[in-house]
C-alpha cells in the first residue's frame, strides 16, 4: 500500500478513454481537501503537429500549482510514427513544498492503479516539458 491520496474511480474511467483515444489525454489534480485525486480536464483530441499538441497540452498546466497528466504522447521514430502513454508530475518550482509533497507521496498509488504507462515523467518548468526533451527521455 503506498501513502498519499486516494484515486478517484473517474481518473481510472478517464484513463482508459485515453488509452482507447477518446481523448488525448487528462489532467488530474489532488481536491482542495486532500481526499481524492480528481480529473481536473479532459483533453479532447485537436488536429496539428504532435508539436504543437503537446505545446497546448502544457499550456493547459497551472504556472505555479501541481498536477498528474496523463497523454498519448505522438512522435517519430527513425522515420517512423509512434505514440506513448506517459504519465508526467507537474510540481514547478514555485509550487508549495506541501503540494509537492502530497503530489510526490501519491504518485506512486496512482500510477499503480493504471496499467499501461509507457514512461513517467517529472517536469519542473516549461523547458523540461519542452516536446524535444520529451522525446529524448521517451
Not at 15 to 31: A, E, P, S
Not at 67 to 76: A, S, T, V
Not at 92 to 108: C, H
Request: overall charge negative; proline content about 4%; hydrophobic content about 35%.
Amino acid at each position: 500500500m503506498s501513502s498519499g491520496v486516494a484515486v478517484a474511480p473517474e481518473c481510472l474511467e478517464k484513463f482508459n478513454d485515453v488509452k482507447r483515444r477518446t481523448y488525448r489525454g487528462v489532467i488530474l489534480k489532488i481536491n482542495d481537501t486532500m481526499t481524492s485525486i480528481d480529473v481536473e480536464k479532459t483533453l479532447e483530441p485537436i488536429e496539428g503537429a504532435a508539436s504543437e499538441k503537446w505545446a497546448a497540452t502544457v499550456k493547459e498546466l497551472p504556472e505555479s500549482d501541481c498536477r498528474f497528466l496523463i497523454y498519448d504522447f505522438e512522435y517519430e521514430h527513425q522515420g517512423l510514427p509512434k505514440s506513448k502513454l506517459i504519465f508526467m508530475k507537474w510540481a514547478p518550482e514555485t509550487a508549495k513544498i506541501k503540494a509537492k509533497m502530497i503530489y510526490a507521496s501519491s504518485q506512486e498509488g496512482c500510477l499503480n492503479s493504471m496499467e499501461g504507462i509507457g514512461r513517467q515523467l517529472q517536469c519542473t518548468d516549461e523547458d523540461e516539458a519542452e516536446y524535444e526533451t520529451v522525446v529524448k527521455a521517451l
